[in-house]
């Protein structure tokens, strides 16, 4: 079964939205992690949105990391009409037959409303959180539709700039 690794930047009171500037002010030395990220995977799961935004930007960038991001297949969660390009295939509903292909990790960078549902249906074998030392006060919150998600942490990191990286996997030991 390929493992499916939810990504998200949050501030300290868990908001997300990528469109906020709440994030600017910090510079984590993130680089080889996110590329370690996004080379270890080998398709990319995103919500509609974030797809959207992702292909006006991607197919023209330049580097490494942009011919790896152009390459790799990507599945989107979507019940908008409408063409995908940019190598992309609409996701069906079942996410577990998407595991269950031979493969790599499936790697959700962002998609906030996907993460949740993701979380909630207990599809989530790795979560990464770059947990940013700002609290944003309003936004949208990661957790705010999610009850009840049990975790352990694997891993944490300092990625400078006060930004903390911590990984945590399902916690099988507790009932959800």
């Known amino acids: 079964m390929r493992p499916l690794i939810v990504t998200e930047f949050v501030s300290l009171d868990g908001v997300y939205e ?3 500037l709440w994030r600017a002010p910090y510079r984590p030395d993130d680089g080889p992690f996110k590329r370690d990220e996004l080379f270890a995977s080998s398709a990319l799961l995103l919500g509609r949105t974030t797809y959207e935004e992702f292909a006006a930007y991607w197919p023209t960038a330049t580097g490494a990391f942009a011919e790896r991001m152009n390459a790799l297949p990507k599945y989107v969660a979507t019940s908008r009409p409408g063409p995908l390009d940019w190598n992309a295939t609409p996701l069906g509903p079942d996410v577990q037959a998407l595991k269950a292909q031979p493969g790599g990790p499936l790697l ?6 996907l993460a949740q549902t993701l979380l909630r249906r207990g599809l989530v074998d790795e979560l ?3 947990v940013f030392p700002v609290i944003v006060g ?3 919150r990661l957790f705010d539709t999610l009850e009840h998600v049990p975790l352990t942490l694997l891993d944490t ?3 400078g700039a006060g930004v903390l990286l911590l990984t945590y996997g399902p916690d099988a030991a507790k009932p959800v």
């Open 18 to 20: 990528e469109h906020s």
């Open 108 to 113: 959700v960078y962002g998609s906030g409303t």
């Open 128 to 130: 990464r959180l770059m």
């Open 138 to 140: 309003r936004g949208r």
């Open 157 to 159: 990191r300092e990625m």
